[in-house]
């Protein structure tokens, strides 16, 4: 699950990245990542804490121009607690369920409502992936985006909000690394949810499991649709930055 939504959030990242230095030089990390990195180390501290990680540092955002981290937490732990052993998987991909969360819980009450509970669990086939649902909140979307666009100051915050958290929701080669270390944990985990999958009857027809992954799609749906809408006229802008700097 966690990869699917990565994938789609590693690309965004290095095109942003890539463009608005492009376009503005170095100062372009920050036009992008001004509310993004301070929420992306805010989202390791957290964990940190919740795993009971002793914190040592924490700089929520660097403006320095000879280093490429941008900003860090530095932690410890006790290597004989499983708990804290454990908790690396979770500090390591804190951006991306961070802000995965932060993401739909603005979208969905801020910018197109939607009720978890609107959300369709009928059994249906991935032919029809495409549902009602689907239609109805892109088309909703859409309706609000034209409604709004040039008179709500707030709206257009809220789609820069997105944007930034989106685009360093990625995490760094560093914490992929340090959650590797907790893999043989998940490995456990991924045994136990199975056999108890097994124990409801789900392995005997695995159309039971179908409504769960059409309701993970509708809520990639709501995720994705804001983020990569408001992306589009931040590359369309950038771009054409890039371009004029090249002419003059």
Known sequence: SL???LLPFYFLQKIVLNQSV???GHPGIYISGLLGIPFHELTHY???KLFNHRVEKVKLISFSNYSPVKGWVTHTYDKRS???????FF???APLIGGVLLIYYLVSNFIVPVNVNQIPNDTVSFSNILSPFWYKYFSEYINTTSLKWNSSVLFWVLHYVLFSVAVYS???SEDVKNARESLMYLIILAIL???ILY???YSSDMTQLLPISLYFFHFITIVIVPIFSFTSLYLLLVISVSLLRRLF
């Open 3 to 5: 990869l699917i939504f």
């Open 22 to 24: 492009k376009a503005f």
């Open 46 to 48: 957290v964990f940190c």
């Open 82 to 88: 499983h708990y804290q052993r454990f908790g690396l």
């Open 91 to 93: 500090i390591g991909f």
């Open 170 to 172: 990625v995490p760094s």
């Open 193 to 195: 949810v199975t056999s």
């Open 199 to 201: 124990y409801l009857g």
